[in-house]
């Protein structure tokens, strides 16, 4: 299975993305995927997962009143919609797919290789 991201970019505060995570090789309809995000000053950050029936969802709580998370099966393609963008989201931002539903990562199985969102004060 390949990951592969877009839809990052350079964006001013308070402004809105939507991110891409188009999956090949394999469908990836019977696993949960996820988002994570990578800043220079933080650690590896879960930011929202979705079940692989994109019937649940799960999303840190620092995102989850200005996020939403989905997928299309037919395409086998995740997004993530993030509004009221602040200059602490920026950051690479990471897709995953696995068999289980994690927050923590470990539970993934497969990941892409990121997009840079950059948040601009």
């Known amino acids: 299975v390949q990951l592969v991201e877009s839809g990052g970019g350079l964006v001013q505060a308070g402004g809105s993305l939507r991110l891409s995570c188009a999956a090949s090789g394999r469908t990836v309809s019977s696993y949960a995927m996820a988002w994570f995000r990578q800043s220079p000053l933080n650690e590896r950050e879960f930011l929202a997962a979705v079940s692989w029936s994109g019937g649940t969802s799960f999303y840190k709580d620092a995102v989850k009143d200005r996020s939403t998370i989905s997928r299309e099966t037919k395409n086998n393609t995740m997004y993530l919609e993030i509004h009221s963008l602040k200059p602490e989201d920026t950051g690479v931002y990471f897709c995953?797919?696995?068999?289980?539903?994690?927050?923590?990562?470990?539970?993934?199985?497969?990941w892409g290789q990121g997009t840079q969102v950059t948040v601009s004060s």
């Open positions: 995953a797919a696995g068999p289980y539903f994690d927050t923590g990562g470990s539970g993934y199985e497969y």
